[in-house]
Structures are given as C-alpha cells and as structure tokens.
C-alpha cells in the first residue's frame, strides 16, 4: 500500500514513523514533510493544501491512502474537493470533510452543536462588529475572569482570557472591529472561565464505530509553571494520572457518544480523529474546545502507546471497519519534551545548525521545525524545532529520559520547559 501524509510537523513526523512500522506500507510519502520524515519516507515539495498538487501526487504516486494532519486543509474543504475527483474515486482518506471540521473551524458552530445534544460545555454568546455593544454589555455583567475566543482558526494564538473588565472590553473591540487575528476575529465567542485541571481525549470514528484513543495532557505556555504567553506546546504526558476510568467513562457517556450521534443526525461524514479538549472540574469534564485532527506534541506521546499496526487502523477508518479492530494500548508512560527556537513564540531565528542528535539514547526524536542542511546536518526550521519522547514503565523515569535528551540536543538560541509532567507527579487524588 502506498500511503500519503500531508503536513510538515512533529505530528506528520509521528505518523509517519508509526505507518512505516508496518508490512502492508510499500511507498511512504510526506508533502512537504521535514528532515525528520525524510529518514522514514520520501518528502514531496509542495504545501498541504495544494488540492491540485495534492491529487495529481496521488495518480502519480498510485497513493491508496491519503491521512490528513493539520486542520487548515480540512477546515477548508480539501476533502470534498479530492472525492468530487472521479479518478480519485477508490482513493481512502483519514480526516472529515468540510462540514465535519466545522467543529474546529468556528468556535460558534461547535458551540452550537454542543448546546443542540446537551454536551457540556461552558455557558456562551457569540458577537459580531453589529453586536458589538450588546458584547460590551455582556461583557460589563460577566463574571471574572472572562474567556474570549476567536471564532475560525487563529494559528492556536484566538484565546484571550482577560483578567478585567477593562481589558476584555478592549480585547473584544480590538477583534471585531481592529482586526487582530483577521478573518478568525469577526465573530467572537465570550464564555463562562471553568476553573480545573485540563487533558486531551482523542476519538478515531469511521463515521458510525469509534476507537478512544490514550488521553494525554499538553502544557501550552512558554514559561515553566505554566507562565507567559501560549505556544504550540511545550510538551505532553500520557496517560494521565487524574484520569481515571470512572472519569474516562463519563467521557465517553457524557461527550463522545453524543457528539458522534449529533454529527450522524446532521448527516456529517466524519471520517478521522477527533481531538476533544477538556477540563476536569470537580470530577466532571467539560468540552473547551474539539479539533479535527490529532494535537501535537500530544501525538507524540499517543501514538507511542497504540500498540495495533498503524495502517490497519487507518484503512478500518476509512472503510467503515473500525468494529473489526481490537485496540491495544501499552500501560507504560510516554513523556514529550519540546525544544524551541530561541525567542519562540515571538520573533525567532531558522537555520541554525542542531548537533548531538546521534548521541541520544532512549527516545524517540520527533521532527516539527526542521530541514535537511548539507553534508547531512539538520538545521532549525521553525519555532518548534524537536519532540524528545521517551516511553518508560513509570512517569518519572520518562520524564529524567525525556529532559536528559532535551539537555543533550544542541542548537543556538534552545530552550525547553524543565517540568513537564512534574505537575502530575506532585498531583494527589
């Protein structure tokens, strides 16, 4: 089988090394991709979503199977643009067509969809430029602190959590009618602040059966302690500790059987991943937020501890066949420590040369920002250059090998957070 990545991030990286683990994958294929693909496939040179690229790579290459990572491609109806291809008829494809994505593309869509099918969620209203003073309004009665979400994508940079009236009334002004995050900011949602413990379950569905995947929890801002501004990630942990099966369970009751019915009763063909964020408050979970695709770094950490071959588990995906698959998942630990680009995730430098990766021992070195230099050195490519992910038989000895790994990689301008998953070795039931 010759199989397709699209996307160029530790994530893609993680598939990509996962699906070249198994014996039914011929030709492995990532467009762009990064040096870190390039060890375990053949990186193609055009953008993600280049529907016309992308379709010709696969007559070209006879690609049987097509996975999607990142959401821009599926928010902006990639999918349907592929099967409305007569000639790419036979072609199986790993993510949801446009409407499905919705519930990442508009924050005031899921919203909606959440409200329709009683999933739990935080109490919201949604504004616009010609709403703005009823925003205002709402805005001046709301209880602090107050959550303010740019309706379409924003890179992962649409939330603002303002501390003061003062400061959401400024925010939300500055995004219907100043322009910050663009198109993303016409409409805003404000919502409820939960108070609470985050994590991340992750649901594969066929459209009808469903697979729930390892739950993982990420630490998104950039300074230990979870301080400064938000980022990409900084690193993820799996499992996670606080998640119990009983809590799990309500999970499952409680937001993964209802969604999957509503987008069913809508007539949605949700073909892929589903990325739901949480927050535990006082034992119940609440949806902050559903992605269409895989997190990163959390794939870095999930998809270590799926112990099933990768490409069966995606052509059940795509054929309907997700009944017929028994999931195996490793109880050990699996640690991901992050290395950034010095200045991240603000203004920062590329191109800088990454030295030791030879020397590492006992992880896994998951590509995200990088490329491949001359004379096989790998240089720096982005703001989130490497995902260090160690598996361990207990949270602390992934974490000291994860950490040992981050110290060990060398490039100018490095940092990483030195206490990821330190949180959950101090946490008390």
């Not at 016409?186 to 108070?195: D, G, R, T, W, Y």
């Not at 001359?374 to 090998?401: P, Q, Y």
Request: glycine share 10%; aromatic share 8%.
């Amino acid at each position: 089988m010759n199989i397709l990545i699209l996307g160029s991030g530790g994530r893609e990286h993680a598939f990509a090394w996962k699906l070249a683990q198994s014996p039914l994958c011929s030709q492995l294929f990532v467009a762009p991709g990064n040096a870190g693909t390039a060890l375990v496939a053949t990186n193609l040179p055009f953008a993600f979503n280049d529907t016309e690229a992308v379709a010709q790579a696969v007559q070209q290459h006879e690609i049987d199977l097509l996975v999607i990572g990142p959401e821009e491609p599926l928010v902006k109806g990639l999918v349907d643009s592929l099967r409305a291809k007569k000639k790419l008829a036979k072609l199986r494809i790993v993510g949801p067509d446009q409407q499905g994505a919705q519930l990442e593309g508009s924050k005031d869509f899921s919203k909606q969809f959440m409200q329709r099918y009683g999933i739990p969620t935080a109490a919201s209203q949604t504004f616009t430029a010609e709403t703005l003073e009823d925003g205002l309004a709402y805005v001046d009665s709301h209880q602090l602190p107050i959550v303010l979400k740019a309706d379409g994508l924003a890179a992962g940079k649409g939330v603002i959590i303002a501390e003061t009236v003062a400061e959401a009334r400024s925010t939300l002004t500055d995004m219907l009618t100043g322009g910050r995050f663009g198109e993303a900011g016409s409409k805003v949602v404000i919502e409820q602040f939960l108070k609470g413990i985050e994590l991340s379950v992750f649901v594969l569905t066929d459209g009808v059966n469903y697979k729930i995947l390892p739950e993982a929890k990420d630490y998104k801002r950039i300074g230990e302690g979870d301080t400064g501004p938000n980022t990409g990630g900084m690193g993820a942990v799996s499992p996670v500790k606080f998640a119990t099966a009983k809590f799990l369970n309500k999970v499952e009751e409680k937001i993964v059987k209802p969604t999957l019915a509503g987008l069913q009763k809508e007539g949605i063909r949700y073909q892929g991943f589903i990325f739901i964020g949480l927050i535990n408050v006082k034992d119940e979970p609440y949806v902050i937020e559903y992605n269409a695709r895989m997190g990163d770094p959390e794939t870095e950490v999930v998809l270590p501890r799926i112990q099933n071959d990768f490409v069966e588990l995606m052509m059940a995906t795509a054929d309907g066949e997700l009944d017929k698959i028994q999931l195996q998942i490793s109880p050990q630990t699996a640690v991901t420590t992050v290395v950034v680009s010095g200045g991240y995730p603000d203004t920062y430098e590329k191109g800088k040369s990454i030295t030791d990766l030879s020397v590492l021992e006992d992880v896994t070195a998951f590509h995200a920002g990088t490329k491949p230099g001359f004379n096989g050195h790998v240089l720096t490519d982005g703001g989130r250059v490497l995902a260090l992910t160690a598996i361990a038989n207990s949270l602390e000895n992934a974490v000291m090998k994860s950490q040992k790994a981050a110290r060990a990689v060398q490039f100018e301008g490095k940092y990483y957070r030195k206490d990821i998953g330190l949180d959950l070795l101090r946490y008390q039931d």
